[in-house]
């Protein structure tokens, strides 16, 4: 089930409505349903958010000092910041909500200005189920259709509170954008500045109870948690956000301007749980209410072998009939195998083969349940770094040509490069012809299964602009294109195995490279498990997490791995979910 979050609100049945008339005097509008309590102090005009024990006593402030905060123009205006303080006036009514995360109640507070016009509304609304450890909270501007906006902060403490009690041992978890130039997950202590993106937990690091803040939706923004600590549990700011734009999420330029009549934020998780590791999979499972994971693959775990990790270019055709060989009559009647019996033989850039050479090699591992995987980059146009910008790369059904200059992503004019390519933006026509009449020959006509999509991150850069007018942020472009991907590979069963790719949005990848460009050696190991230790309920987002290629005896400095590092690097396959053995069996 997906649910579209604008039609569904403005079909909220309003039970009541209770306009706080009194904030001239000072009154605070304090909403209390079930675990949750959610205070707007009129004396800072900012929230707080207690969670309540079953006694409906205060359990933990978990949210204090928040002056929700936005920023926006008018369609190239004077940019203007506000926040909850700006706003003379503060109003609070309340609905039912009945939806995929049960029935519940949505509070919304409305701040307005009279005195300035209302350019603009800011309406915050706080959706509470009951039993729930969490809630979700979304902020949103409303004015004319020239407003616009990249940058929206539903939680955003600008005030000092205590979070938990000093201690060395209490944490904040950091997740990566991507699994790109080997960035990764860290437990931070909570002393100092951090930068987390989609879902972060500060947790106590004694008895494990933890806050866990992150994004549900993923249709238009990249979302973060950012937060300056001290003491070892006070939270001296915490913003959760959307709008970011940083080295680490590969953008040049700032976040996309997302445009009016109303701008509405990601929708933010914000719970509270016993442990926080629990916190953390009933995130990642109420992700999955809104945007279900992908479960198309029915031939069991991925098990089997992948050309890159030795061979890479200098795979063959005769290569690979002796690795076919000799997994069917030896690693397979040995139990190097899947549950189904079945093998998987990923077949990366370079494969050097025909299609005659495929189709044979397909055929030939079908009588002996060996499925054959096939290599694809649709967001990257691999030209060097000084193509001829007016090459013709492809031709519309009308006649239309697309030149090199009209299809790749461009930041301040200039084409973007990222990892060896330029970025194909993933709502050209051109992308989608180019990819979809590659999966009909590999797919429909060759018949592969399998299929290693790499380098996604790069149809994820934020540009000046994109083909499909209506779209102006990276996150909705790349919507655009996997959804377009997804329903191709669909038409003919094909297993999607994302390398080198955002975390957030999931839901179009049958598996997910865990950490990417991981070898054998003991540290490539351990790159492995800080993915795994720090992001293992990620599994719940994707049917298959993905370790890499697993490499026993590998080239350069691969070549000399001990036993020891080789049962290492087994067991981070064994305990990530797939096994792709990656060396030279011909």
Sequence with gaps: MRIDWNKWSKGLCLVSVMWAAGMAQADDIVVTDGLWKVTYMESEKAFRIDMLDEGGAVRKCVVDHSASAAHYDNAGGTAREVTTASFATAGQSVADVDDAFGAGKCYTFTFTDPDNGDEVTMRQRFYIYPGLDYMLTDLALIGDAAIRSNYLAPVSVGGSYVLFASN????????????????????YKMS???????????????????????????????SAVSASLSKGGTVNSLQVFSGVSTSDTRDLIPHGKVKGPEVVSARMFVGYFDDWRTGMETFADANNLVAPRTESWTHGTPFGWQSWGVLAEKNSYEADVEIADYYAEVLMPGGFCNDQGKVVFSLDAGDNMNDTQHLNFILQGKARN?????????????????????????????????????????????????????????THPYMKKATADFIKWQAGTIGFKYMKMDFLNCGMVQADSYYNPDVTTAVAAYNEGMAFIREELDKYGVFAAFSIAPLFPYQYANSRRVACDTWGSIGHSEYCMNAISAGWWTDRLFQ???????????????????????????????????????????
């Design 544 to 586: 298959y997490n993905d370790p890499d290629h697993l490499v026993l005896v590998g080239t350069g400095d691969q070549l000399n791995n001990t036993e020891g590092e080789n049962r290492a690097r087994f067991t981070t396959g064994a305990v990530t979910g797939m096994l792709l053995v990656a060396d030279n069996f011909s």
């Design 192 to 222: 100092g500045d951090f930068l987390s993106y989609e879902v972060s937990a500060l947790y106590e690091g004694e008895s494990r109870e933890g806050l866990i803040l992150g994004s549900v939706t993923h249709d238009l923004w990249k």
């Design 370 to 426: 060996q499925l054959v995987g096939c290599y694809n980059t649709p967001f990257s146009m691999w030209c060097g770094e000084k193509p001829n910008w007016d090459d013709v790369v492809g031709t519309a059904e009308d006649g239309t040509q697309w030149k090199r200059r009209d299809v790749v992503l461009k930041a301040n004019g200039e084409p973007i490069w990222l990892d060896g390519a330029y970025c194909v933006d993933p």
């Design 168 to 187: 060395d041992n209490n944490r904040m978890l950091k997740v990566p954008y991507d699994n790109d130039a080997f960035g990764r997950y860290n437990k």
